[in-house]
């Protein structure tokens, strides 16, 4: 069984830039949730897709995008980086949507804003 | 605002010791509650959850302990490890948005 998987491990960006991070989900998995992990805090609820919709936000601006493709893996884009925007995002795959369900989460990107 | 608030911050533990980690919440629509591990460059991985309708889990080492009525909840780790030594999170969750909220994590040493 393949578990969540995550691309790139690290990058570099400047502000202002564009990135997109990418996430394969564990293996009989429809759901995938985004989340943002500052240095020494807490993951923070991004969004997450069920079946290629989203289903639900956290209280991040519309320049956090996604997308869900039809084998439910995924991508984050964040537009117009900014220097807090420095943080590891990780991805979570479930076996269904609802937060009631195992989240198994991947190694994450660690993004670096300059 | 923060939903989860974590307690204490840090915590070291002697070997063969019992580690105990705290967790508040205030939204009483949260009805799951997870505890995850995360080790130095790797994701959370689920320990241990537990619904509101029992006060206590077990599975191992681990236990959850919840109190509904004072909206908390708490991790005991049983003979704690050297291996134990990890960061932890507590986390809220509830109906089908998908959100979890998490709290700031308790990094905890055990000592050999």
């Known amino acids: 069984e393949t578990g969540v998987t995550q691309s790139p491990t690290h990058l570099i960006k400047t502000r202002g830039q564009q990135v997109t991070l990418r996430c394969s989900s564990q293996?009989?998995?429809?759901?995938v949730s985004w989340y943002q992990q500052a240095l020494g805090q807490g993951p923070q609820f991004i969004f997450q897709?069920?079946?290629?919709?989203?289903?639900g936000r956290g209280n991040f601006p519309p320049r956090f995008s996604g997308l869900q493709f039809p084998n439910y893996s995924s991508e984050l884009n964040v537009n117009a980086l900014e220097l807090d925007d420095s943080a590891l995002y990780l991805c979570?795959?479930?076996?269904?949507?609802?937060?009631?369900?195992?989240?198994?989460f991947g190694d994450g990107t660690r993004l670096s804003i300059l | 605002q923060q939903q989860v608030k974590q307690s204490p911050q840090s915590l070291i533990v002697q070997k063969g010791g019992i580690s105990i980690i705290n967790c508040a919440y205030e939204?009483?629509?949260?009805?799951?509650f997870p505890w995850y591990q995360q080790f130095p460059g790797k994701g959370p991985a689920l320990l241990i959850a537990?619904?509101?309708?029992?006060s206590e889990k077990k599975e191992g080492r681990f236990t959850i302990s919840f109190n509904k009525s004072a909206k908390q909840f708490s991790l005991h780790i049983m003979d704690s490890q050297p291996g134990d030594s990890a960061t932890y999170f507590c986390?809220?969750?509830?109906?089908?948005?998908?959100?979890?909220?998490f709290g700031d994590g308790t990094t905890l040493t055990v000592k050999p």
């Open positions: 979570a795959s479930s076996f269904d949507r609802g937060s009631d369900q195992p989240q198994h």
């Open positions: 293996s009989g998995h429809n759901t």
């Open positions: 897709y069920y079946r290629e919709e989203e289903n």
């Open positions: 939204n009483t629509a949260f009805d799951y």
């Open positions: 537990i619904r509101p309708d029992v």
């Open positions: 986390a809220a969750g509830g109906g089908n948005a998908g959100k979890s909220t």
